[in-house]
């Protein structure tokens, strides 16, 4: 009878021990694979810190993001169901190198990694509205779970963020242009639309961005109205996939972008922390509603890149080149805030990588910031468009101060004898400098001694000059220094 028993109770060791080893990952090599099935605002939250926030704690990682700009849940199950290769594939190693795939299908990227964490998100103007998740969520989930390779794979709702109050977004008006009522609208939706599948985490970046929002910093946590700053912005929901992956607190972290200061960075892990905790309401920083993060007057010099740069030291990135981009509370070159704004009102036509790589001026500008630029053509149509002048505003000057304004342009290997761009800087009075971009590494354009008008705004014209021989009319921008004048 015992030995009955002991052999009934082998078998049932055995029985569960192969169980255990069935229901293991088959080959886990200890990396944690994140792969967003996503558009921009994935991109803005796990593209840039994530992977250095996860290596500063030892923890290694592989990240992917499934990109198309503006790409809903709807668009991403057409393209599942149909198999479209229609993804820039956005990958980051082990080691943190990135890369992109053009022409990738969701089924392909899938098949690509054992992926540990796979997350959806709908297109920012649906975050709010329940029907759309509704409508597609359940099917997208359920191709997803067909085509994953690993079987203990979690799921991800990534709860996105309200734009910023002054956005000008069209999808704005599904909120009645009221960012409480956006963020009231995302975080019922998303705790609500998890349940539609077998939704494992919710990441609350839109949390954490609010939090951020009640701190000193305020609503500047964007960089257009609704893609995130650069810095900041970023760094906020990098933190907030860090903690809801890995489960181990941000705050303490040691990693921070070299454009934030410490005291941004500790706003931004206490955001991030206080969400995770309580993912679905805001939590008020009182303890960072004032001190070191203030915005000043401007008495050291502001650099501008617009072009393709990022986080170069001492400059500020400036993030596009259509109407209502901007930077608000621009940083001097000690990464200091100011009260000064930049914003375009009229577009350029978009961005040029073709600027001199090596250059001798004043602006003392590092090879990532000569070499592209902001461009548009004012005498023939070029990529559908014919842009005549481009159009940029200063704001929040001291309108008892002057301005010294210097500008830089330049297009390599030109054709043509003459791009002779035209900045007229127009406050409350006009004046205009001159320069010729063609194969320019020398030479910038400044404007001396100008006042603001009485709201404390300077509007920048640039266009082509009347020597301009260039068929295009093309006239360019690649940086911009901003001082007092002595």
């Given at each position: 009878?015992?030995?009955?028993?002991?052999?009934?109770?082998?078998?049932?060791?055995?029985?569960?021990?192969?169980?255990?080893?069935?229901?293991?990952?088959?080959?886990?090599?200890?990396?944690?694979?994140?792969?967003?099935?996503?558009?921009?605002?994935?991109?803005?939250?796990?593209?840039?810190?994530?992977?250095?926030?996860?290596?500063?704690?030892?923890?290694?990682?592989?990240?992917?993001?499934?990109?198309?700009?503006?790409?809903?849940?709807?668009?991403?199950?057409?393209?599942?169901?149909?198999?479209?290769a229609v993804y820039a594939y956005r990958k980051i190693d082990q080691a943190g190198t990135k890369t992109s795939t053009p022409n990738t299908a969701?089924?392909?990227?899938?098949?690509?990694?054992?992926?540990?964490?796979?997350?959806?998100?709908?297109?920012?103007?649906?975050?709010?509205?329940?029907?759309?998740?509704?409508?597609?969520?359940?099917?997208?989930?359920?191709?997803?779970?067909?085509?994953?390779?690993?079987?203990?794979?979690?799921?991800?709702?990534?709860?996105?963020?309200?734009?910023?109050?002054?956005?000008?977004?069209?999808?704005?008006?599904?909120?009645?242009?009221?960012?409480?009522?956006?963020?009231?609208?995302?975080?019922?939706?998303?705790?609500?639309?998890?349940?539609?599948?077998?939704?494992?985490?919710?990441?609350?970046?839109?949390?954490?961005?609010?939090?951020?929002?009640?701190?000193?910093?305020?609503?500047?946590?964007?960089?257009?109205?609704?893609?995130?700053?650069?810095?900041?912005?970023?760094?906020?929901?990098?933190?907030?996939?860090?903690?809801?992956?890995?489960?181990?607190?941000?705050?303490?972290?040691?990693?921070?972008?070299?454009?934030?200061?410490?005291?941004?960075?500790?706003?931004?892990?206490?955001?991030?922390?206080?969400?995770?905790?309580?993912?679905y309401e805001i939590t008020e920083m009182t303890a960072y509603k004032s001190g070191s993060y203030t915005f000043g007057p401007l008495t050291e010099?502001?650099?501008?890149?617009?072009?393709?740069?990022?986080?170069?030291?001492?400059?500020?990135?400036?993030?596009?080149?259509?109407?209502?981009?901007?930077?608000?509370?621009?940083?001097?070159?000690?990464?200091?805030?100011?009260?000064?704004?930049?914003?375009?009102?009229?577009?350029?036509?978009?961005?040029?990588?073709?600027?001199?790589?090596?250059?001798?001026?004043?602006?003392?500008?590092?090879?990532?910031?000569?070499?592209?630029?902001?461009?548009?053509?004012?005498?023939?149509?070029?990529?559908?468009?014919?842009?005549?002048?481009?159009?940029?505003?200063?704001?929040?000057?001291?309108?008892?101060?002057?301005?010294?304004?210097?500008?830089?342009?330049?297009?390599?290997?030109?054709?043509?004898?003459?791009?002779?761009?035209?900045?007229?800087?127009?406050?409350?009075?006009?004046?205009v400098s001159i320069l010729n971009a063609a194969n320019n590494t020398s030479v910038t354009a400044c404007i001396n001694a100008i006042k603001p008008?009485?709201?404390?705004?300077?509007?920048?014209?640039?266009?082509?000059?009347?020597?301009?021989?260039?068929?295009?009319?093309?006239?360019?921008?690649?940086?911009?220094?901003?001082?007092?004048?002595?």
């Amino acid at each position: 009878m015992n030995f009955k028993l002991c052999i009934i109770f082998l078998s049932f060791l055995t029985l569960s021990s192969f169980t255990s080893k069935a229901e293991a990952p088959a080959d886990d090599d200890g990396v944690i694979k994140i792969l967003a099935i996503g558009n921009s605002f994935s991109e803005d939250a796990i593209e840039s810190y994530l992977h250095p926030l996860a290596q500063a704690e030892g923890i290694p990682v592989i990240i992917g993001n499934l990109y198309i700009g503006g790409a809903s849940l709807s668009l991403h199950l057409q393209n599942a169901v149909s198999n479209k290769a229609v993804y820039a594939y956005r990958k980051i190693d082990q080691a943190g190198t990135k890369t992109s795939t053009p022409n990738t299908a969701l089924a392909a990227a899938l098949a690509d990694e054992d992926w540990d964490y796979i997350s959806f998100q709908q297109a920012s103007s649906f975050s709010g509205q329940y029907d759309t998740y509704e409508a597609s969520l359940p099917s997208l989930f359920n191709y997803v779970k067909e085509h994953v390779t690993n079987p203990h794979v979690k799921y991800i709702l990534h709860q996105t963020w309200a734009y910023a109050q002054h956005s000008t977004h069209k999808g704005f008006a599904n909120y009645n242009r009221d960012q409480a009522e956006m963020y009231s609208a995302i975080v019922k939706t998303a705790a609500k639309a998890k349940d539609l599948a077998a939704i494992d985490l919710v990441v609350p970046s839109g949390t954490a961005v609010q939090n951020g929002r009640t701190s000193s910093i305020g609503d500047n946590f964007c960089r257009d109205g609704y893609h995130l700053d650069l810095n900041i912005g970023r760094y906020t929901a990098a933190c907030t996939w860090f903690e809801s992956i890995f489960g181990k607190s941000v705050i303490g972290n040691r990693y921070k972008p070299d454009q934030l200061s410490a005291y941004e960075a500790e706003i931004a892990q206490h955001a991030a922390h206080s969400a995770v905790m309580k993912p679905y309401e805001i939590t008020e920083m009182t303890a960072y509603k004032s001190g070191s993060y203030t915005f000043g007057p401007l008495t050291e010099p502001i650099f501008i890149n617009f072009g393709w740069a990022s986080g170069v030291k001492g400059w500020n990135d400036f993030p596009g080149w259509n109407a209502n981009t901007s930077i608000t509370n621009l940083k001097d070159k000690n990464g200091n805030h100011t009260s000064a704004s930049i914003s375009i009102t009229e577009r350029f036509n978009r961005q040029s990588v073709n600027g001199e790589k090596v250059s001798s001026t004043a602006l003392n500008m590092p090879q990532s910031v000569s070499s592209s630029a902001l461009f548009g053509n004012s005498k023939a149509v070029y990529a559908d468009m014919l842009i005549e002048k481009s159009t940029l505003k200063l704001s929040g000057l001291d309108k008892k101060r002057k301005y010294s304004l210097c500008f830089f342009g330049s297009r390599t290997g030109s054709d043509s004898s003459s791009i002779e761009t035209k900045y007229t800087a127009k406050g409350k009075k006009e004046a205009v400098s001159i320069l010729n971009a063609a194969n320019n590494t020398s030479v910038t354009a400044c404007i001396n001694a100008i006042k603001p008008n009485k709201k404390g705004e300077i509007t920048i014209t640039v266009t082509a000059g009347e020597n301009n021989n260039n068929p295009n009319g093309f006239y360019y921008l690649n940086a911009m220094q901003i001082r007092l004048s002595k």
